[in-house]
């Protein structure tokens, strides 16, 4: 069981009409473990980040995620849509010269 300060902030990567990801759930305690529990079961890719979470977590639900998430959330999704290629089998593609992608925290929250 997670603690009572657990928090989770879930994101769709699709484009908002001002062209960002948006902020789709959020909670903490039982709600985060909640917003886990479905994505564990539905096999949503999780990243644990708590600065990235603690910055999330300061907007509401259906906002466009904010400039100062942007990157880390980009290289994110980048990460994300290069393992769902790799799993339909499609080439994988190469990040841009200087980009490094953080490593995947694979079960973690």
Do not use: C, W
């Amino acid at each position: 069981m997670k603690t009572p300060s657990t928090k989770a902030v879930a994101i769709d990567g699709e484009r908002t009409s001002g062209g960002t990801p948006k902020i789709v759930a959020k909670g903490k305690g039982f709600n985060a473990e909640r917003i886990l529990d479905i994505a564990f079961a539905e096999g949503v890719k999780v990243r644990q980040d708590s600065e990235l979470t603690d910055i999330l977590d300061q907007f509401e639900v259906e906002s466009p995620v904010p400039l100062e998430a942007l990157h880390a959330v980009s290289l994110i999704l980048d990460r994300v849509y290069q393992e769902n290629r790799r799993l339909a089998g499609e080439p994988e593609e190469n990040p841009p010269t200087g980009t490094s992608l953080p490593a995947e925290d694979k079960g973690q929250s």
